[in-house]
């Protein structure tokens, strides 16, 4: 199983990225998918889940109502999007999958990650 993490980049406050994970080896439809981050010095933190029915989303109270994850199951990807971006959101970007049938918030819940990609929002 492989999962890779892409789109990430540099962008102004109050801009927008959209990142996207892709998976081989495994379906998202059957799974609970989740983006985490990680700022330099700090540990990985929770952001949000989306849960295998690919209705119920939860996430962080950081996030709520400025991100949005979706999935599209013909391209077997699950996207992050990312709208009035802040500085304290710039972190590495992670996808992760467990095969738990939750909308876990804790990373060691999760059993596969991709390889992350870099968000910067500078001010």
């Known amino acids: 199983v492989q999962l890779q993490a892409s789109g990430g980049g540099s962008v102004q406050a109050e801009g927008s990225l959209r990142l996207s994970c892709s998976a081989t080896g495994l379906t998202f439809s059957s799974k609970t998918v989740a983006w985490f981050r990680q700022a330099p010095g700090q540990g990985r933190t929770f952001v949000g889940v989306?849960?295998?029915?690919?209705?119920?989303?939860r996430y962080a109270d950081s996030v709520r109502g400025r991100f949005i994850i979706s999935r599209d199951d013909a391209k077997n990807t699950v996207s992050l999007q990312m709208n009035s971006l802040k500085p304290e959101d710039t972190a590495v970007y992670f996808c992760?999958?467990?095969?738990?049938?939750?909308?876990?918030?804790?990373?060691?819940?999760?059993?596969?990650w991709g390889q992350g990609t870099q968000v910067t929002v500078s001010s």
């Open positions: 992760a999958v467990t095969h738990r049938n939750s909308a876990a918030t804790t990373a060691s819940l999760y059993d596969y």
């Open positions: 989306m849960s295998m029915n690919g209705v119920t989303t």
